[in-house]
């Protein structure tokens, strides 16, 4: 887990900074995915991110099983595993139940990170990754982190944290919560840089993790505008690198630990190759002139009639 680097978070747990993430779209778990997660952790990953929308928990909970079984892992404590609180869930009374659910899931005594998934809340029900206009309602941020603090008293996770929250939304979380977030996970590559979060996260001790660091071309938000970039192709041409690769050499070097998706075996290896060479100036200094463009605008999120009336108040301008 130290060849990848580590980051320290404000909880005192230590988190690698390359993860693989679990999310596949549509949302659905397979035999495919399970023994791409074994593969993984047999060529050194450590960090899985899941969350409860992704349907990849229980699939997760039998690879580490497995993993253990056979050797590949020999302690919990080896893998650093992340969930998420989906918006159904994002309730006071009900963050409690859906970590629990959660760990049944990945067959977990606890996570070492929990997430609010989005900030926005939805009518209580089954897990699901679309809503009609009237089950979003209004997110009472409060309750819910004060829920959230009460899982890492509990220990059901290591670390509490939030996805997808703008400078704004982390200053208002700053001022009631007794246990500051330790990350926020957010979309972040080249071509969405994210420099003002990133700024205003160091300075609060909020680590910041780049979701999509690709630029998540099978989401359905996705786009492939990262991985078919010309500043990016000319870099990777001088280097010798592979696209990708320059592309998590980049946020790695921000200081930002990432999140990589693939079940392809040469393309988790190739991830990982990306420790023992470095951008030159010149090249960090094109990358930072790239045209930025926000993928994830979550406009399942916003409505006229609703508590978020457009995608601009939803991330606070900042998109």
Avoid at 109 to 129: M, N, T, W
Avoid at 214 to 230: H, I, S
Wanted: net charge negative.
């Amino acid at each position: 887990m130290g060849g990848m680097g580590e980051v320290c978070l404000s909880s005192g747990m230590r988190m690698p900074l390359v993860g693989m993430g679990t999310a596949t779209f549509p949302l659905s778990p397979s035999v495919e995915m399970k023994e791409a997660i074994l593969h993984a952790m047999e060529l050194g990953y450590r960090h899985f991110d899941a969350a409860a929308v992704y349907n990849s928990e229980q699939i997760l909970g039998e690879a580490i099983e497995e993993a253990m079984g056979r050797g590949i892992i020999h302690t919990r404590q080896q893998l650093f595993i992340t969930s998420k609180l989906w918006c159904t869930d994002a309730h006071g009374h009900l963050v409690l139940p859906a970590l629990h659910k959660s760990l049944q899931n990945l067959r977990l005594a606890y996570v070492d990170l929990y997430l609010i998934h989005f900030p926005a809340s939805a009518k209580p029900g089954e897990i699901r990754i679309t809503f009609d206009k009237d089950e979003i309602i209004p997110f009472d941020m409060e309750s819910v982190w004060e829920a959230m603090e009460e899982c890492q008293r509990f220990g059901l996770t290591k670390s509490i944290g939030v996805s997808n929250f703008s400078c704004k939304k982390l200053i208002r979380l700053l001022s009631t919560s007794k246990i500051p977030p330790a990350v926020n996970q957010v979309e972040m590559h080249a071509l969405w840089q994210q420099k003002k979060l990133r700024e205003f996260c160091m300075e609060k001790g909020i680590h910041v993790s780049a979701y999509s660091p690709l630029g998540g071309r099978d989401a359905p938000w996705g786009t492939n505008k990262v991985m078919e970039c010309e500043v990016l192709k000319e870099i990777a041409k001088a280097k010798g690198k592979t696209v990708a690769q320059i592309c998590l050499r980049w946020v790695y070097e921000q200081g930002v630990s990432l999140l990589v998706k693939s079940f392809n075996k040469e393309r988790l290896r190739e991830n990982l190759l990306i420790f023992d060479w470095a951008l030159t100036e010149e090249e960090s200094h094109k990358i930072s002139l790239i045209p930025q463009a926000k993928g994830c605008l979550a406009e399942l999120f916003v409505s006229d009639s609703g508590p978020y009336k457009s995608i601009e108040e939803f991330w606070d301008g900042e998109v």
